[in-house]
Nanobody, 123 residues
Framework: VQLQASGGGLVQPGGSLRLSCVGS????????LAWFRQVPGKEREGVSM???????YYKDYVKGRFTISRDNAKKTAYLQMNTLKPEDTAVYHC??????????????????WGQGTQVTVSS
């Protein structure tokens, strides 16, 4: 069971990035996919989640700017990030878990994690 995240980079404030998370080794369409982020010295925090029935959830600090989606045929989840702010700078991790095991924003419910991709928002 693996996840491979990509798409991070350096972007100016107000810019956009799209993160991708490709899964393998599990029945992708039965899983909830989530994005969490972490800054050194701070706790990991939730960003967005999409369940197996395509219900989506966003933390208030990204609502209206970020969009999560999934393509089950490609076993890929996406996080479209628009109007990026310097405070969005972090390592972004994708996570996957069977939907029935997951509680909203509880990162410890997720057993499968990608390696993380750095997002830096700076002028």
């Amino acid at each position: 069971v693996q996840l491979q995240a990509s798409g991070g980079g350096l972007v100016q404030p107000g810019g956009s990035l799209r993160l991708s998370c490709v899964g393998s080794g599990f029945t992708f369409d039965r899983y909830t996919l989530a994005w969490f982020r972490q800054v050194p010295g701070k706790e990991r925090e939730g960003v967005s989640m999409i369940s197996s029935d395509n219900s989506t959830y966003y933390k208030d600090y990204v609502k209206g700017r970020f969009t999560i989606s999934r393509d089950n045929a490609k076993k890929t989840a996406y996080l479209q990030m628009n109007t990026l702010k310097p405070e969005d700078t972090a390592v972004y991790h994708c996570a996957a878990e069977e939907t029935f095991r997951v509680r909203l924003w509880v990162s410890t419910d997720f057993r499968t994690w990608g390696q993380g991709t750095q997002v830096t928002v700076s002028s």
